[in-house]
């Protein structure tokens, strides 16, 4: 069974631009977290998506949006990028009624 | 309330040792806790996890032991090999809190021949 994946690896941005990051759950997976990493900050929580819908965010800026699509893929998008952006984000998927939740290798987004 | 406190941050064991890396939380809503091992480069990689009604759960070189009443909770990893070398987060998950995973700050672990 093909595990999370996630796309692209790397990415460099400049400041002020947007950026799309995706993400391909494992398969019957429903679940979508997407967590930040930072080594200041750890690992910290963006948001959930369960059959479309977000089902739990966390305490982050407006800037930072997410999507989940019919077949569970989902998608974040940083608008307005800030030199703190830089960060591994990671993408996690889990089974409809399972706590364990499976991550991605994630993207390291990298704005300069 | 929502946090997970994780020590130590880092810990040098000797090949075939046990490494020991404690979390304590102080939200009692919490009822679920794995634990994550993270290699350079990849993303974190789900352990083992337990639930509050169990003190001690085993897989393999890998044990949790919980201490409801302390709200604490470890990872003892017996006869440490090097190939154990990785950073280990502790989390959580809120009851009804869909699966938003509260992380510790992580341990380094090093284990040296």
């Known amino acids: 069974k093909a595990g999370v994946t996630q796309t692209p690896r790397y990415l460099i941005k400049t400041r002020g631009q947007q950026v799309t990051l995706s993400c391909s759950p494992i398969?019957?997976?429903?679940?979508v977290s997407w967590y930040q990493q930072t080594p200041g900050q750890g690992l910290q929580f963006l948001f959930e998506y369960f059959s479309e819908t977000q089902r739990n965010k966390g305490n982050f800026p407006g800037r930072f949006s997410g999507r989940q699509f019919s077949n569970s893929r989902s998608e974040m998008n940083v608008s307005t990028l800030e030199l703190g952006d830089s960060a591994l984000y990671l993408c996690?998927?889990?089974?409809?009624?399972?706590?364990?939740?499976?991550f991605g290798p994630g993207t390291r987004l990298t704005v300069t | 309330q929502q946090q997970v406190k994780q020590s130590p941050q880092s810990l040098i064991v000797q090949k075939g040792g046990i490494s020991i890396i404690n979390c304590a939380y102080e939200?009692?809503?919490?009822?679920?806790f794995p634990w994550y091992q993270q290699f350079p480069g990849k993303g974190p990689a789900l352990l083992i996890a337990?639930?509050?009604?169990?003190s001690e759960k085993k897989e393999g070189r890998f044990t949790i032991s919980f201490n409801k009443s302390a709200k604490q909770f470890s990872l003892h990893i017996m006869d440490s090999q090097p190939g154990d070398s990785a950073t280990y987060f502790c989390?959580?998950?809120?009851?009804?809190?869909?699966?938003?995973?509260?992380f510790g700050t992580g341990t380094q672990l090093k284990v040296e021949l």
């Open positions: 337990i639930r509050p009604d169990v």
């Open positions: 996690a998927s889990s089974l409809e009624q399972d706590r364990e939740q499976y």
């Open positions: 939200n009692t809503a919490f009822d679920y």
């Open positions: 989390a959580a998950i809120l009851t009804g809190g869909g699966n938003k995973l509260t």
């Open positions: 398969s019957g997976h429903r679940s």
